[in-house]
């Protein structure tokens, strides 16, 4: 029932999560372009703000999913669209939302592949990925903010 309510939720309130909109992003230790890097993302990485303050130079704080502090520029990251990533795999990829269904690719999708969330349909949620290729992921096998 909560997962069924988050979901709905998401839907219904007109705004989305962070989300990081290009390839290759790269988090810093620090507000500084020349910090220590601790991540470099997919797209559709999922993010929480620490604060919604853009400090000086366009950075943003945020955490990841493992609780994790980084920083990165504020441009590379959109509320136009809502993502997930998986956060235990290997995960299944299905054509449609039920187990029994084929799997959309050869390999299931690993720790930390990212999606855009399209929909969700009884604890499976519809994602696309970079490539616009879409499939099913059961709910618990991912997280977002």
Not at 14 to 43: H, M
Not at 72 to 89: A, E, L, M, P
Not at 90 to 116: C, H, L, R
Request: aromatic content about 14%; glycine content about 6%; some cysteine.
């Amino acid at each position: 029932m909560f997962i069924i309510f988050t979901i709905f939720t998401i839907l219904l309130s007109g705004t989305y999560s962070e989300c990081v909109d290009k390839e290759g992003v790269l988090f810093r230790s620090r507000r500084n372009s020349k910090a220590p890097i601790t991540w470099q993302v997919r797209k559709y990485m999922p993010v929480v703000p620490v604060n919604k303050i853009v400090y000086k130079g366009g950075w943003l704080k945020i955490k990841d999913m493992d609780g994790d502090i980084h920083w990165v520029k504020s441009k590379f990251i959109t509320t136009d669209y809502h993502c997930v990533v998986v956060k235990n795999g290997p995960a299944p990829i299905k054509t449609e939302p039920n187990m029994e269904s084929p799997d959309k690719y050869i390999e299931p999708a690993e720790k930390y592949d990212t999606f855009k969330f399209i929909g969700a349909v009884k604890g499976w949620i519809n994602v696309e990925d970079i490539h616009g290729d879409t499939g099913w992921i059961p709910y618990e096998y991912l997280w977002t903010d």
